[in-house]
T-cell receptor
């Protein structure tokens, strides 16, 4: 009964380093999402994948790339990390757009 | 003006109180509404999902949507210390992605 699993849970990077955040869901959902959560800002959509093989930009896509590897997995990559990308990153999945979303427990990322 | 507004709190209430949490929005096309509960250092957990106007009840929780006023509410009856968390509202128009409010922090005091 895992739901949405995110790895790693914590990470500290130096400015300019790259890394990939991993997300996998076991609910056979079509749609997957990446959000960032900052104090006072709420959840902001970075990228989403409406279905396997498609990805689209959300509200704050700059500095990020994504890959929908298969129906289960959706990864988020920071090519050259910046301190402004310090945040908590959440992955979510849903049966489709407009349907209830189920979230992982997040990756806490600090960039020095 | 932000698309979804929510009082950040913190809101402190005594155990057993009825809690009212609210969100206002500006986009009249919104028709899908959700409420999430988020404990510290955890992901949001879906509490309620409603479509269009009206009420929906689930145990101690009642979600209310008033589209004419662009206002949604979540009521928690007989509040418990375990209800202490941040509550997020989210809403979307048909075929669109959800927009989230910033959350209200609730503290239920024993």
């Amino acid at each position: 009964n895992a739901g949405v699993t995110q790895t790693p849970k914590f990470q500290v990077l130096k400015t300019g380093q790259s890394m990939t955040l991993q997300c996998a869901q076991d609910m056979n959902h079509n749609s997957m999402y990446w959000y960032r959560q900052d104090p006072g800002m709420g959840l902001r959509l970075i990228y989403y994948s409406a279905s396997e093989g498609t990805t689209d930009k959300g509200e704050v896509p700059n500095g990020y790339n994504v890959s929908r590897l298969n129906k289960r997995e959706f990864s988020l990559r920071l090519e050259s990390a910046a301190p402004s990308q310090t945040s908590v990153y959440f992955c979510a999945s849903s049966e489709g757009r407009g349907q209830p979303q189920h979230f992982g427990d997040g990756t806490r990322l600090s960039i020095l | 003006q932000k698309e979804v507004e929510q009082d950040p709190g913190p809101l402190s209430v005594p155990e057993g109180a009825i809690v009212s949490l609210n969100c206002t929005y500006s986009n009249s096309a919104f028709q899908y509404f959700m409420w999430y509960r988020q404990y510290s250092r955890k992901g949001p957990e879906l509490l309620m999902y409603t479509y269009s106007s009206g009420n929906k009840e689930d145990g101690r929780f009642t979600a209310q949507v008033d589209k004419s006023s662009k206002y949604i509410s979540l009521f928690i009856r007989d509040s418990q210390p375990s209800d202490s968390a941040t509550y997020l509202c989210a809403m979307s128009a048909a075929g669109q992605n959800f927009v989230f409010g910033p959350g209200t922090r609730l503290s239920v005091l024993p």
